[in-house]
């Protein structure tokens, strides 16, 4: 049942997700509100190279897997219950790389004229906003805070659907941080999971960097923060990389948190929301955890895998917008600039 104080998703629809906005190629199927069929396809060697996404890859590679994995989402899902009927197909239309998303739009446009059911187009951050759905309901009002390799944002969720953007990086978005200092110290792309993996093998207090932002303004800043990564490596070129990695992710990390704290000292919310990539970091997830607690506001962080781009978010934003009567026509165009506030 989903009410107006509590975002959610309706349990009694089958919907087909398909995210194909970056670097991912994922597909879903929600059926009854649980995940019955997944497939995601990295593309992290094809680009680790690159240090980054490179546009043109990214969208052949989508070309060639999309359709392995849809079958094998159509596959799981087959095995796990009866044959149903999909009342939607729902796609992500933007934000993001324009030729990536014009395969998982095809593709979706191709599979709802095929299996005649609705198109739903979808709003990518909207996905992550709504991924903490699939394991609970979430109370409202809620804050949510979306950290992506292309975004980070703060979003005020007062009703379903209803969005208010608080604050937001000037610059960078977090992900982007941790990629572009994880290319400083010679990680691997994607850098986030890669600095998580050496900061534990380092001191965070060793070197201290800069926190972003200070004041009352909900926006967020990362760039003086990798600058300052890159003089601190400049002038000690022999520094741990362990003990850089460590200090780097804290302060990144600090930057968030102290911005969801001060917006949870500005309004009265029921629950603190996390999504995206970042999301995934445990340092973050822990140090949101003790801040809610202290706040007596639910912390609702998604299992890991469902952080990082996946095409259960999707689908679950699908079955809401399904279900308050929102069908895209079959001409939807991509949206790479699409803005959710
Ligand atoms: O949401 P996402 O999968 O794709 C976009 O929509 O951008 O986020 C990818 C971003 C990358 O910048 C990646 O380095 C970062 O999320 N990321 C992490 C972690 N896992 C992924 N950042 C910090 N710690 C992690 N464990
Ligand atoms: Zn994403």
């Known amino acids: ?25 994922a597909v879903a199927m929600l059926k009854d509100g649980e995940i019955v069929g997944e497939k995601v396809i990295f593309q992290n060697d094809l680009h680790a190279d690159f240090g980054g996404v490179v546009p043109e890859l990214a969208s052949r590679q989508h070309a060639r897997a999309i359709s ?17 009927t999909v009342d939607a197909v729902a796609v992500t239309y933007g934000p993001g790389l324009a030729g990536s998303l014009m395969v998982g739009v095809s593709a979706a446009k191709a599979l709802s004229v095929a ?13 992550h906003l709504f991924a903490g759905t699939l394991f609970t309901s979430i109370k409202l009002p809620s804050l949510t805070l979306l950290v992506s390799g292309g975004h980070s944002q703060l979003i005020s969720v007062q009703a379903p659907g209803v969005y208010e953007y608080l604050g937001g990086t000037l610059d960078d978005a977090a992900g982007e941080a941790f990629d572009k200092v994880a290319r400083l110290l010679g990680l691997r792309f994607p850098g986030g999971p890669e600095i998580e993996r050496l900061s534990q093998l380092g001191d965070a207090t060793k070197i201290t960097f800069p926190r972003g932002l200070k004041g009352n303004s909900l ?39 102290d911005k969801v704290s001060l917006a949870l000292k500005k309004d009265r919310y029921r629950s603190v929301v996390i999504g995206g990539g970042v999301a995934a970091n445990t340092l973050l997830r822990s140090k949101v955890e003790i801040l809610c607690r202290k706040a007596e ?18 689908a679950a934003v699908g079955a809401f917008r399904l279900h308050a009567g929102f069908v895209s026509p079959l001409d939807l165009s991509i949206n790479p600039s699409l803005s959710l506030v």
Request: glycine share 6%; with cysteine.
């Open 115 to 127: 299996w005649e059911v609705p198109l739903v187009g979808v709003d990518h951050m909207e996905g």
């Open 219 to 257: 926006d967020m800043s990362f760039s003086g923060l990798k600058t300052s990564v890159l003089r601190y490596l400049e002038r000690c070129p022999s520094a741990k990389a362990e003990d850089v990695a460590a200090a780097f992710q804290e302060a990144a990390v600090d930057s968030l948190v």
């Open 1 to 25: 049942m989903v009410t107006t104080d509590e975002l959610d998703f309706p349990k009694n629809l089958c919907v087909l997700g398909i995210e194909t906005s970056c670097d991912e190629t």
């Open 297 to 314: 506001v639910d912390a609702v962080i998604p299992p890991k895998y469902l952080c990082t781009d996946n095409g259960a978010m999707i």
């Open 68 to 84: 392995d994995a849809i079958s094998q989402t159509m596959e799981q899902s087959n095995e796990k219950g009866p044959e149903r």
